[in-house]
């Protein structure tokens, strides 16, 4: 039996912060706000491919952007970020994400939901 056949994909997540001055100009944050910013970062989100455009990636963001509600209330985090591989940047732009910095010789772009 193949240890793949239960599951559909997976999402990973870990804390983390953004620096205000790396969003204030994209997200008009505020400038009485000096701190940095608590996030949730997406580190990780895999549909396996026989099952891509059924759906499963929406229901995995749905769990990451309730995640982030929960920790708002928690831990005062006020975003959900990704750096998101560039296959990926249309389908994180379907959730609200905006693009913000790639960094040279990265193949990643740094995405910011708020």
Known sequence: MDDNENFLGYISVSVATIERNTIEDELNISSSIKYSIPAVKITRLCVFDDLCNKGIGSILMTFANIL???????????????????????????????????????????????
Do not use: W
């Open 68 to 114: 982030a509600v929960v920790q708002q209330k928690t831990v005062g985090c006020r975003a959900l970020i990704v750096d998101s591989k560039s296959e990926a940047i249309e389908f994180y732009k379907r959730f609200g994400f905006i693009e913000i910095d790639k960094e040279e010789n990265s193949e990643t772009m740094f995405m910011v939901l708020i």
